[in-house]
């Protein structure tokens, strides 16, 4: 995880948030790397580094999932593993799980971090215990004509107009998608 901590510090040192509520979250997820590389593992209780993915077709839709947990429509992501060297290879990752599409490209430089309260477990198995994540999120391009597959942590997957998103939305979903869409080219 020394690594992915490294990259961490350096991604979110140096971007600049497009919003007042994105560089507020960004300050605060560098105080909360200050705690050291356990900040990016789920064991580190008070919260935790993740990394999601909005996934934008060349039309300008977006890919949402229905958590199946939450209930609430948002972008695809969760926690760091082990084997991530880098926030953006983590929400890559994350992204080509819980899409089930292969060739996805990822705009390595954050679009928005957010920071919310949830409930996860500690490690694998234990009961889920309040937390916060700070979660550090990322643009990635899907193919043309890609068909997505729901996975396990979804109950359902679904490409939207920014105009026509779905309800429940998630909190800070939005507002990713504005600095997504501003790099389509």
């Keep these: 995880m020394s690594a992915l901590y490294d990259d961490a510090v350096r991604v979110l040192g140096a971007w600049r948030a497009t919003t007042e509520e994105g560089d507020l979250a960004r300050k605060r997820a560098l105080e909360l790397l200050t705690a050291g590389p356990v ?3 789920r ?21 949402l999932c229905l958590h199946g947990r939450l209930g609430k429509w948002m972008q695809l992501g969760g926690h760091c593993e082990p084997g991530d060297d880098t926030l953006a290879a983590a929400a890559l990752r994350e992204a080509t799980e819980e899409s089930g599409i292969p060739g ?20 694998e198995g234990t009961p889920a215990t309040p937390s916060v994540h700070y979660d550090v999120r990322f643009l990635v391009h899907s193919p043309a004509g890609a068909t997505e597959q729901i996975s396990e942590e979804s109950s359902a997957l679904g490409w939207f107009t920014p105009d026509a998103l779905p309800s429940p939305l998630a909190l800070a979903t939005a507002r990713q998608i504005p600095p997504a869409l501003s790099r389509l080219s």
């Design 39 to 41: 900040a990016m593992t």
């Design 43 to 63: 064991a580190h209780r008070p919260g935790h580094i993740t990394a999601s993915a909005l996934v934008v077709d060349p039309d300008g839709r977006v890919l």
């Design 104 to 123: 996805l490209r990822l705009d390595p430089d954050p679009i928005d971090v957010d920071v919310h309260e949830v409930r996860c477990g500690g490690a």
